[in-house]
Structure formats: structure tokens, C-alpha cells
């Protein structure tokens, strides 16, 4: 099994900026893609931005420019750095991974770390 662990949610002003980190750990044998998503009450849970593992990116169109997300191969780490926040932004982040542990790719996610952003 694989194991993502987020960090770095909080509360923080319109403007303001925030790092969440993830770490992947457990029985990895390989990772692909790595990404975070959010959720807004009420709302589906939507891909903020992606890296595969040759390092090309992609990110929600409102928050290119914005945020940007890094990983670490050799540590099983993604972040994703957050500038200019608005109240919109306002959500439970959530980490991603498409790894294999034992026998087969699956899905993996982390529990979320909430991010409010106030105006």
C-alpha cells in the first residue's frame, strides 16, 4: 500500500500565501503522476495541478499564474505553492498519486488539509 500525507493547510488572508507538501510512503515500487485536488462544500472535487514524472505540468486555468507545483522523485514528494489567494480558493486540498505497490497501478489519496482563505 501507499501512504500520501499533507501538510501545510491553514488559514490565511486574501493575498496571502500558503506551501502544502505531500509525501508518498509505504510499499512503493514506482510513481507516475502526482497532483492536488480540492473541494469546496458543495462543490466536485477538482484537479488544481499536476506533474507527471518527466516534469510536465498542468494547472486549473483559475490558478495559473498563481500556483506552482514541484515534486521530488527521488523523495516521493509533491508541493504545491500558493500565492495570491483569494477567498475562492477556499477548500479541502487533497494529494494524489497513481503508483504501483504490489501488483497493480492504482489510485492513491491523502486525507486533506483545509485551506480558508478569508477576505
Known amino acids: 500500500q501507499v501512504q500520501l500525507v499533507e501538510s501545510g493547510g491553514g488559514l490565511v488572508q486574501a493575498g496571502g500565501t500558503l506551501r502544502l507538501s505531500c509525501a508518498a510512503s509505504?510499499?512503493?515500487?514506482?510513481?507516475?503522476?502526482m497532483a492536488w485536488f480540492r473541494q469546496a462544500p458543495e462543490k466536485q472535487r477538482e484537479l488544481v495541478a499536476s506533474?507527471?514524472?518527466?516534469?510536465?505540468?498542468h494547472y486549473a486555468d483559475s490558478v495559473k499564474g498563481r500556483f506552482t507545483i514541484s515534486r521530488d522523485n527521488a523523495r516521493n514528494t509533491v508541493d504545491l505553492q500558493m500565492n495570491s489567494l483569494k477567498p475562492e480558493d477556499t477548500a479541502v486540498y487533497y494529494c494524489?498519486?497513481?503508483?504501483?505497490?504490489?501488483?497493480?497501478?492504482?489510485?492513491?489519496w491523502g486525507q486533506g488539509t483545509q485551506v480558508t482563505v478569508s477576505s
Open positions: 494524489w498519486t497513481f503508483a504501483l505497490s504490489s501488483t497493480a497501478y492504482k489510485n492513491y
Open positions: 509505504g510499499s512503493i515500487r514506482s510513481i507516475q503522476s
Open positions: 506533474m507527471s514524472t518527466d516534469g510536465s505540468t
